[in-house]
């Protein structure tokens, strides 16, 4: 009886039979999901239809069972991260008494030309509150998005999340520039003009500024009250040079220096403050300031200014007035207008003079600058006071 052998294959031949029987199961596979992984990704951070998604995951070779499990997951996806950017991204938008703005729309505003916000939108943005997301905002949201129960209580997540952050931030930078400015009145640049300081003026304009920045640049609180403060430390820094120019020269002589920090203190919006300092420190009043520092140039109009000292007011309104433009500084005008007439013929006409400015000033006759605006305003109604200050210079 003969045996008959049967060889077995070795232990290495039937690893790679085994090896090459799971690589072709498997290859295909695999193929299949580097596809669809990669169209995956390249779904992402766009804002298709279920049918564009559809398309795409049967296009890489899905079918309709991984086009009916992977599009609720995408969608999911694709709503968490547009929330995410709003988070991250979307500007505060304010809500007047009249109702809550939604959160989910942008406003378009026209925007300062300068570096810091107008005084209008300054206002606009103080008579505004924080309001918590309302039912039909969080709704109007998640409807954007699915509305799925999951998407609206996303929805209600972050825009809760965003109206918590913006009081956060608001306290946050009120505390900020409190301490800032006493930093800056204590030991900083304004330590010595303190008490020469309009009350609330700059400290107001600071914490204007810097919420101004946080609710609608996107700044963080921090980086916000270290911007305006360190505007404020450079004013500062330009108002004692020209102090001390102007306390060691006399006027004519510190003017060139006193012309030259002004325009810095007109950067940081800050010249009705420069102007009240410096006029204190030089001991002149402000018609001989303002005409030293923002002269006349339009020599016709100083020429009608003098006529109207014997004409009248009358003549001042028809033929001065009219001829005025934005950059002419009332203060200085009054100035010129004083040094072209006698006490006798002047004294106890001011008051008309100064109404007949005024008067065009609110009828919108005339449209002074910011800074003439104030000058105009701060003129000292007592004749008698303002024609002593007049020439005692």
């Not at 309302?134 to 997540?157: C, F, H, P, R, V």
């Not at 304004?190 to 009350?199: E, H, V």
């Not at 009250?225 to 430390?233: L, S």
């Not at 002149?284 to 009608?304: C, G």
Request: no cysteine; aromatic share 6%.
């Amino acid at each position: 009886m003969s045996i008959q052998t049967v060889e077995m294959p070795t232990f290495g031949a039937q690893l790679g039979g085994n090896i090459g029987r799971s690589l072709a199961e498997q290859i295909p596979q695999v193929v299949k999901q580097y596809r669809l992984s990669n169209a995956l990704k390249g779904m992402q951070g766009q804002n298709l239809s279920p049918m564009d998604y559809a398309q795409r995951i049967l296009g890489a070779g899905g079918t309709l069972q991984d086009v009916s499990s992977l599009l609720p997951i995408l969608k999911e996806t694709q709503f968490k991260q547009t929330l995410e950017n709003q988070a991250a991204g979307q500007k505060e938008l304010p809500t007047s008494a009249a109702g809550a703005a939604p959160l989910t729309e942008q406003t378009t505003e026209a925007q300062p030309s300068g570096k810091y916000a107008t005084a209008e939108q300054i206002q606009r943005m103080n008579q505004s509150t924080y309001q918590r997301p309302t039912s039909t905002q969080i709704a109007k949201l998640a409807i954007e998005y699915g509305g799925t129960s999951e998407a609206k209580a996303l929805a209600k997540e972050k825009l809760e999340d965003q109206y918590q952050k913006q009081k956060d931030d608001a306290e946050r930078v009120g505390k900020l520039i409190d301490e800032s400015y006493g930093l800056l009145t204590q030991s900083g640049g304004l330590r010595d003009f303190d008490k020469d300081l309009i009350p609330g003026r700059t400290k107001g304009w600071m914490l204007n500024q810097a919420k101004y920045l946080v609710r609608e640049k996107g700044y963080t609180p921090e980086a916000a009250a270290k911007e305006i403060t360190d505007d404020m430390e450079s004013f500062g820094d330009s108002l004692g040079r020209a102090a001390a120019s102007a306390e060691s020269k006399p006027f004519s002589e510190a003017l060139k220096d006193i012309e030259h920090e002004r325009e810095n203190a007109k950067t940081h919006e800050q010249l009705d403050q420069f102007d009240k300092i410096m006029m204190k420190r030089l001991n002149v009043s402000a018609p001989h300031y303002f005409s030293k520092v923002a002269p006349i140039t339009n020599e016709k109009l100083k020429k009608e200014a003098e006529k109207s000292v014997t004409r009248g007011v009358d003549y001042f309104i028809k033929h001065v007035i009219p001829r005025m433009t934005a950059e002419d500084n009332p203060q200085a005008l009054l100035y010129d207008l004083s040094r072209g007439a006698s006490t006798g013929k002047l004294k106890g006409k001011f008051s008309d003079y100064i109404a007949a400015l005024r008067s065009a000033e609110k009828a919108g006759k005339i449209h002074p600058t910011q800074e003439n605006r104030d000058a105009l305003r701060n003129i000292t109604p007592d004749i008698t006071t303002l024609w002593e200050v007049l020439f005692r210079d």
